[in-house]
């Protein structure tokens, strides 16, 4: 997708290209249908296309790249203060911070999110979670409601995040390597795009734009039919066992099961969640929940964590 940002294009592949990297589409899916998730962090290696992807996203869903939250941002910057310029000529004139701005552009994008400052991703996560920024400083008294699709990137390698700022994210997805016949399909796919942004009235490009179209429309249906799917007694309870099979420190990981599970039936047009919804997510709310996880150690979710549910989910 060629898209707008401030009106000037942005050569990003446009989203329903995009080659491999299911559960991490899936997750920015469900959170987009039912916000209240609380946002995705995403963990994978450097070149795993973990920003493509998510500018696609924002395009798709919004027309517009994200709001991206830069490595040494302050507090002025994040929640708003007042513009230099205007105070040099003697006059206060508030500036916007970048979290309304992601409430007008509809996501927050935060690259290497275990390298901020611990501070600061408090404040954001604090936000997130109650919808609510207030802002109380020199001048300034203010209390705003704001929106947005949070979304988290960090490369294991360079660093980890406390546990206590890992459990708000609402959802955890690691990129996955791609085989060596997706391998070639995103080789032949981004140089094909490459070449067609160049041409005036692509039909390869106007095919993906009507793709993209088609899966913005389904993931806005799928969020207005949220409220409407019944999450019954039986499959909330099996959302609290599978949570304790897995080791899940806390209770958080239990309720974003079924709110990711929720989201997923609601994708998919079912009336009411099924087990099959809840086995689906339980990765994407739990990975970063288990023990190992909160330790600092081992984010990945395999073989040992399906173990432990298959007599649950027979």
């Given at each position: 997708?060629?898209?707008?940002?401030?009106?000037?294009?942005?050569?990003?592949?446009?989203?329903?290209?995009?080659?491999?990297?299911?559960?991490?589409?899936?997750?920015?899916?469900?959170?987009?249908?039912?916000?209240?998730?609380?946002?995705?962090?995403?963990?994978?290696?450097?070149?795993?296309?973990?920003?493509?992807?998510?500018?696609?996203?924002?395009?798709?869903?919004?027309?517009?790249?994200?709001?991206?939250?830069?490595?040494?941002?302050?507090?002025?910057?994040?929640?708003?203060?007042?513009?230099?310029?205007?105070?040099?000529?003697?006059?206060?004139?508030?500036?916007?911070?970048?979290?309304?701005?992601?409430?007008?552009k509809g996501?927050?994008?935060?690259?290497?999110?275990?390298?901020?400052?611990?501070?600061?991703?408090?404040?954001?996560?604090?936000?997130?979670?109650?919808?609510?920024?207030?802002?109380?400083?020199?001048?300034?008294?203010?209390?705003?409601?704001?929106?947005?699709?949070?979304?988290?990137?960090?490369?294991?390698e360079?660093?980890?995040?406390?546990?206590?700022?890992?459990?708000?994210?609402?959802?955890?997805?690691?990129?996955?390597?791609?085989?060596?016949?997706?391998?070639?399909?995103?080789?032949?796919t981004?140089?094909?795009?490459?070449?067609?942004?160049?041409?005036?009235?692509?039909?390869?490009?106007?095919?993906?734009?009507?793709?993209?179209?088609?899966?913005?429309?389904?993931?806005?249906?799928?969020?207005?039919?949220?409220?409407?799917v019944?999450?019954?007694?039986?499959?909330?309870?099996?959302?609290?066992?599978?949570?304790?099979?897995?080791?899940?420190?806390?209770?958080?990981?239990?309720?974003?099961?079924?709110?990711?599970?929720?989201?997923?039936a609601?994708?998919?047009?079912?009336?009411?969640?099924?087990?099959?919804?809840?086995?689906r997510?339980?990765?994407?709310?739990?990975?970063?929940?288990?023990?190992?996880?909160?330790?600092?150690?081992?984010?990945?979710?395999?073989?040992?964590?399906?173990?432990?549910?298959?007599?649950?989910?027979?």
């Amino acid at each position: 997708m060629i898209g707008a940002a401030g009106g000037t294009p942005a050569a990003i592949l446009p989203y329903s290209r995009v080659v491999g990297q299911d559960e991490l589409k899936l997750a920015l899916e469900l959170n987009f249908i039912a916000p209240g998730i609380g946002g995705v962090l995403i963990a994978g290696q450097r070149g795993t296309a973990k920003s493509t992807v998510v500018r696609a996203f924002a395009l798709m869903t919004g027309g517009r790249l994200p709001v991206t939250l830069p490595i040494n941002a302050t507090d002025d910057r994040v929640l708003g203060g007042w513009e230099l310029d205007a105070l040099m000529r003697g006059e206060a004139k508030r500036q916007t911070g970048l979290l309304e701005e992601a409430h007008e552009k509809g996501m927050l994008y935060v690259d290497e999110v275990n390298l901020l400052d611990d501070h600061i991703v408090n404040i954001i996560l604090d936000v997130v979670s109650t919808g609510v920024l207030s802002v109380q400083r020199e001048g300034i008294d203010t209390e705003t409601h704001v929106s947005f699709g949070l979304v988290g990137t960090m490369n294991p390698e360079e660093g980890s995040l406390r546990a206590q700022l890992l459990d708000r994210f609402g959802l955890m997805v690691t990129t996955s390597e791609l085989d060596t016949g997706e391998r070639h399909r995103m080789i032949t796919t981004v140089l094909t795009f490459e070449e067609e942004r160049d041409v005036p009235g692509s039909d390869w490009l106007r095919t993906a734009e009507e793709e993209n179209r088609q899966q913005r429309e389904g993931l806005l249906a799928a969020r207005g039919r949220l409220t409407a799917v019944r999450l019954g007694t039986d499959v909330s309870r099996l959302c609290a066992e599978a949570a304790a099979r897995t080791g899940a420190v806390g209770q958080r990981g239990d309720l974003l099961v079924a709110k990711a599970a929720r989201a997923l039936a609601a994708k998919e047009g079912a009336p009411r969640v099924e087990p099959r919804h809840v086995r689906r997510v339980l990765p994407f709310a739990l990975r970063h929940r288990r023990p190992d996880s909160v330790h600092g150690s081992e984010l990945s979710w395999g073989p040992d964590e399906e173990a432990a549910l298959d007599e649950l989910f027979g």
